[in-house]
């Protein structure tokens, strides 16, 4: 049976509005909901495409040890700020034609004046790439030791930088990737935490009304009537400068959800005050259903493309807030590595004005910002077929 694009029973051919066949009539009312949402979602070409690209950063994260050419840690003083090299993919050769990646070395000057080097494209000497490198030796998902990486150049100490260097030698494009992890994640942990307690006390909230909906909603408003960058000051301030990375991140997660519930609470508020009368709660309370299984398994799933437009909403939020942090040394810092982190260099205008690439991390957040949003706009519009 062919997936049909169709749409409340009407079905577009050829620029025309035609009423469907009778089979395509009968596939459509007796398609599964998951169905109806794939034919609904894969309409939207933008959500498609944001969602191609949020499935290639989070294919990032996870194999990002054997994307990325070297380690994090790896640098060279003698190339600080050199710029990206030019990827070459035909090598013309005395013996003929061949295709093997290689980009060109560096002719690396001191400038007098300046007191800094610069750096020229050097033709007579090649330095060339192959697939599948063994270089600096990581462990794949923190279990399977390997040494083996996407790609890398032939000599271990030759000099390859595809998006540039920064300030102390390091491959940016490595710590792109390496940033990626991060920046994603801190997503997804925030927006569990924000979820969780948006359904929450947005639920209790709608449902029992009184004086318990006027408490939350009096901390609801609390909350937001604080302007964020205080809010994020007084919060970040209260993390030790000693702290190990790995528990300031836990941190800066917990700071991100701790700001971001109350605008799904106030949604999740108005919808349970307009379900809690509706005919079949008031029958699952005939039935004898608990107050906690009319919430969970009856009324949340009724406003399912809520939730999920606002899970897949509240992500660019919270890797813009963590970038944000980050930038302003507020949030994660060295030795982890995200995109916030890495911006931190661009905040120099000379190195910015000798070294652009150092903003590529900037273009990383637009895009995954853009995608997520094109995703939840796209699955928004499919969690409600009927819509």
Known sequence: MSELELEVGLHVR??????????????????????????????????????????????VVVFAEFLAPFSPEAYNGRYT???????????????????????????????????????SVDESAKHYLRFLAKAAPYELFGLIEMDVHLFGPVEE???????????????????????????????????ALSLFLGILLGAISGYYGGSVDTLIQRVI?????????????????????????????????????LIGWTNLARA?????????????VLAARLDGASQWRIIWRHMVPSFLSHIIASITLSIPFMIINETTLSFLGLGLRPPIISWGVLLQAAQNIRAVATAPWLLLPGGAV??????????????????????
């Open 14 to 59: 050829e620029g025309r509005r035609e009423r469907p066949s009778a089979q395509e009539d009968v596939e459509y009312y007796v398609a599964s909901q998951w169905r109806l949402m794939w034919w609904r979602f894969r309409r939207h070409r933008l959500a498609v495409v944001g969602g191609i690209v949020t499935i290639a950063f989070y294919l």
């Open 81 to 119: 700020y050199a710029p990206p090299q030019r990827l070459h993919l035909i090598d013309h050769t005395e013996d003929g034609i061949r295709i093997q990646p290689y980009v060109y070395d560096y002719k690396v000057e001191v400038d007098q004046v300046a007191l800094r080097r610069t750096f």
């Open 157 to 191: 100490d030759a000099p390859m930088f595809l998006l540039g260097a920064d300030r102390l030698g390091r491959d940016l494009l490595t710590h792109l990737i390496y940033g990626t992890r991060i920046s994603m994640t801190i997503g997804l942990v925030g927006v």
């Open 221 to 257: 408003e609390f909350v937001r009537s604080i302007p964020s960058v205080p809010l994020w000051l007084g919060l970040a301030a209260a993390v030790p400068l000693d702290w190990p990375p790995l528990r300031v991140y836990f941190m800066v997660t917990v700071i991100l959800s």
């Open 268 to 280: 999740v508020r108005g919808r349970f005050l307009s379900l809690r009368t509706e005919d079949f």
């Open 366 to 387: 637009v895009t995954a910002v853009l995608a997520l949003n094109f995703l939840g706009e796209g699955l928004r519009d499919a969690a409600d077929p009927y819509g």
